[in-house]
């Protein structure tokens, strides 16, 4: 089946994998248009809004009964498609608000928070995607809604949930006029805990000159 005619008038917009497909196809060429730096000033809010569109997606995904794909073994889609340019264009329209920290896993008890990277959570969902977009553009429908769903619950739901709680907290940070803390020398193969008092100095400079003023929110004092 051909991209064309898997976007036919003739399809139900209604139908759960054209709806399903039409965003998770949106998010990837957003994602790949903010990347590209022609608006940094709107680039956080417009990745809050386009990872919380796709959070609706797998939330569908997830809530849907098991998928199971037509053939036992999935069909070979040859060598992924090369993020690493994507995964760079964002790291430096991000920086240095880039890194964050995050929870791995909320059930496991006593877990320390690791660094994590935007850029590279977004880069590693844009390959997922694509992957189930490869077997959908080739007509092979349910194994698309297969492999979302599989890897929704395996690696990219998680990655774009934390990614969201990032995106969020960013932008609360600044409406909400409340510094935040120096992110300069957190890496992601840091130890965070031992990193959190160096954290807290300088607190808010970043916020005020390096998103405030760019996101044209009020400066934070």
Same mark, same amino acid.
């Given at each position: 089946m051909s991209d064309a005619s898997?976007?036919?008038?003739?399809? $139900? =917009?209604? *139908?759960?994998?054209?709806?399903?497909? &039409?965003?998770i196809e949106s998010f990837i060429v957003a994602v790949t248009e903010i990347a590209k730096g022609d608006e940094p000033d709107s680039a956080v809010p417009f990745l809050l809004l386009e990872v919380s569109q796709l959070m609706?997606?797998?939330?569908?995904?997830g809530a849907?009964?098991?998928?199971?794909?037509?053939?036992?073994?999935?069909?070979?889609?040859?060598?992924?498609a090369d993020v690493d340019e994507l995964r760079e264009r964002l790291a430096r329209m991000l $920086? =240095?608000? *880039?890194?964050?920290s995050e929870?791995? &896993?909320?059930?496991?008890?006593?877990?320390?928070?690791v660094a994590a990277r935007i850029s590279d959570d977004l880069a590693d969902?844009?390959?997922?995607?694509?992957?189930?977009?490869?077997h959908y553009r080739a007509g092979r429908v349910t194994e698309a809604l297969w492999w979302w769903q599989f890897s929704y619950f395996s690696n990219w739901g998680s990655t774009a949930s934390a990614t969201l709680r990032a995106l969020q907290s960013l932008v609360a940070h600044v409406r909400l006029n409340q510094p935040l803390a120096e992110l300069d020398g957190l890496d992601t193969d840091e130890d965070l805990s031992s990193a959190?008092?160096?954290?807290e100095e300088e607190a808010g400079r970043v916020m005020a000159e390096e998103i405030a003023a760019p996101l044209g929110l009020r400066t934070v004092k």
């Open positions: 898997l976007h036919a008038t003739s399809q $139900d =917009p209604n *139908d759960f994998a054209v709806q399903i497909s &039409d965003q609706l997606a797998g939330g569908r995904l849907h009964e098991d998928i199971v794909p037509d053939e036992r073994y999935e069909p070979d889609l040859g060598p992924e $920086d =240095p608000i *880039d890194v964050y929870v791995f &896993d909320p059930y496991e008890p006593r877990k320390a928070p969902v844009v390959t997922d995607l694509r992957h189930g977009m490869a959190e008092d160096a954290l």
